[in-house]
């Protein structure tokens, strides 16, 4: 499903772009391109930063440990996705990281990891998931790269939950009760909330459901991994309310 | 969400049943229950071999290679997922490996890889994606498995398609003309196919396009990887289509 991925390579970077810009390569993609890809000089690659769409850049510098590249001209403007969060209780590494690559690809427009009562995982390596997000919009083509947050609990991110956005529940105990997502709320601030193995506690159950903003949504009457659940919520959404419709 | 998963062993056992049943256990079985579990002689287990439902047993024999439990009582009868299956294009090993643990996880009823022109596979490990589809079942509670197949050329596929069974091809050139599955076709026979890195070939899409069965589906306006999508597109027909309604 990677049509383009042979033809070109693209690359994140994290700097302006625009036409005429030159815009320096870091030790790791001067390595990629001129080592691995044996790209040099007069070489040409897609740029982009998460925030000005993908740019078609030439290489004019080619050096061991550095590189730079002049950017010639848009080749795809922005595409930001809908205004949806994903929130997530981190689990083991792998599947976390996976989470995080699917939330990217499937267009989250932020990603906060969540603790819950029933979540192993004391810290995330913000830096790595963010790395993944990167990587997953360089290989899918995507123009924008989604946030990574730092691991917050669960109870502080309610607690302080923004006026106006809605949140779509994936609980486990509401299989078998169909519940639909309404297209009267498209065009709304949304978040998909995915609990860690051992699903959420008793208690984070009924303090979730009775929350005004919170919609509870069956994913099913089968028992999903976090990371299944995550790329299945995130079809709903997009099916009902996002940019699939 | 694996809550019962810390509360009880689940096995899949190649053997028929029924309460008083003895069922021999394998080396592997044995290792795993004795050696890392640490269950001895009147020890519990959950068995189900994806016909007859799941079952209590008690372990009556723990040896070093080998083993033996005598079944119980039934704990749930077998959940057998609507008639769906997934055809989809072998890619690199790791993410073939998840496309057929996501399909056991999401309800499919039959896996079957499928050789495309653009698919760089010339074989697979039937027997290892069969343990896939079993080790899914194992972790979250499922009591029906998913046969996986051996890798077919699709031409000969379609061409030996069966009557009456419908195909949901999952058409990344479809992306932004909007199609849903009318749930019309709710209770017929379905297929979900999904293509290679690379997508189908122009002769590949022609062709499916034309033939009658045939149901193009978009995916969004984001490139998927094969594995999301996969996930992705059993969300879709089993939310229009399927148990999830």
Redesign the interface.
Known sequence: ???F??AKIRLYVDHPLGEGQTVPLSREQAHYLFGVMRLGPGGQVLLFNGRDGEWRAEITGAGKREGAAQVLERTRPL?APPDLWLLFAPIKKARTDFIVE?AA???AARILPVQTEFTNAERIRQDRLQAHAIEAAE????TFVPPVAELQKLDAVLADWPAGRRLMFCD?AAAGQ?RTLSDVLAGEPWAVL??????FSPAERGRLLDLDFVHAV?????????D??A??AL??W??AL????
């Open positions: 499903m990677l049509s991925m042979s595409q699917k690809e499937m267009g290989q899918c083509g995507g486990e169909a995915i609990g860690p193995e051992g699903g069956s994913l099913g009457p089968r028992i999903l991994r976090a299944t659940a790329v299945a079809t709903l997009q099916q996002g940019d699939w419709r």
